[in-house]
């Protein structure tokens, strides 16, 4: 493989483990707590509709929509994605927004599970639900992040290959722990996948900008593929300096800062 495919297949592995991290969280408290068997029909629930997403929305996307208008669309919806992450990275980073407590999600969901009613029958309905949602959720953006990242790369096969080793590697540090995947940097993968997914998001909408010229071609970067790169790194020094302004002692009086802050929780 060449080192494209590596980085496809690296950009799809590092987005979609941090959406598994968190689904294997509802699961697990679902499993202990509950019904292990209802909480895993849930999730064979999910993955199956997931995959029919996936089929249905990819063929859509590459058969209707001409490249540049596909490059476009995926890029300016990567685009978005990548800003909202890094904006929550940025007000973590700063002290503005708590930082992502595995944990304290889990004991929240166990929480509920055991305040919950019991279900009659071999099927616990609460755990079958809760665990159906959590993964469908967090698999349709590992479904939009396969789909964007493989046609784009004209390689889903391999976006997919990234998708499946992230699940994989998630279940299987889950299954060898046996608790809540919080000693894994979460905000710190949340922070790169931003940066990948603006970075990504920005190069192929310009590229995408394309459709509006006559021939509807197209455009090139310069340095191709290189350019990513450079973009990745001005989106890091763009964040930092946002991170550094957010954390400037504020000069305001606390009745103006008051709904700032109520705004930005």
Known sequence: MDAATWGLITATFVACFVEMVEATTIVMAMGYT?????????????????????????????????????????????????????????????????????????????????????????????????????VFLEGMEVVFIVITFGLNADNVPAASVGAAAAVVIVLGIAFAVRRPLSMIDENLLKYGVGLLLASFGTYWAVEGIGIFRAGQESLEWPGHDVAILGLLIVWFLLSRVFVSALRTPRTSTPALAGPFEENVR
């Open 34 to 134: 509950r019904s292990w068997r209802s909480a895993l029909t849930g999730v064979a629930a999910a993955l199956a509709v997931l995959a029919v997403v996936t089929s249905i929305a990819g063929y859509a996307l590459g058969r209707w929509f001409p490249e540049a208008a596909l490059q476009l669309v995926i890029g300016g919806l990567l685009l978005i994605f990548g800003l909202q992450w890094l904006r929550k990275a940025i007000l973590r980073s700063s002290g503005r927004k708590a930082v992502h407590d595995e944990d304290a999600i889990y004991r929240e969901e166990v929480e509920a599970a055991k305040s919950a009613g019991h279900s009659a029958g071999r099927l616990d309905m609460f755990s079958f639900m809760v665990s159906f949602k959590g």
